[in-house]
Nanobody
Framework: QVQLVESGGGSVQAGGSLTLSCVAS????????LGWFRQVSGREGEGVAAIWRGGGSAYYADSVKGRFTISHGNAKNTVYLQMDSLEPEDTDKYYC???????????????????WGQGTQVTVSS
């Protein structure tokens, strides 16, 4: 069973930065997509960024392009989301999500992710 543990959320003023991390465990082989989604109760979830373990371009929501960067960590099965120039509109609960995938093209936000972390809160004040 794949398990995801997120960390790095917190409170910051507008214009500041935060880095979220996600560590995936519970599997021994296979390539995968790791993505970040955000959702506040009552609103539809939004894909923020996603990346394929095998390389290639990452996916980003239009609202975060140029401000957020997703990347693989040196530690095994770790992904980071560097969030710069944060805005109050970025306030949300951020979830790490995982799906096995043999191709980069399926790491978009249209293909369902099967495993989810517990989420970490990001609050940006004006």
């Amino acid at each position: 069973q794949v398990q995801l543990v997120e960390s790095g959320g917190g409170s910051v003023q507008a214009g500041g930065s935060l880095t979220l991390s996600c560590v995936a465990s519970g599997f021994s082989y296979g390539s995968y997509c790791l993505g970040w989604f955000r959702q506040v109760s009552g609103r539809e979830g939004e894909g923020v960024a996603a990346i394929w373990r095998g390389g290639g371009s990452a996916y980003y929501a239009d609202s975060v392009k140029g401000r957020f960067t997703i990347s693989h960590g040196n530690a095994k099965n770790t992904v980071y989301l560097q969030m710069d120039s944060l805005e109050p509109e970025d306030t949300d609960k951020y979830y790490c999500a995982f799906r096995f995938s043999s191709t980069q093209s399926t790491c978009d936000f249209k293909t369902p992710y099967g495993y989810w972390g517990q989420g970490t809160q990001v609050t940006v004040s004006s």
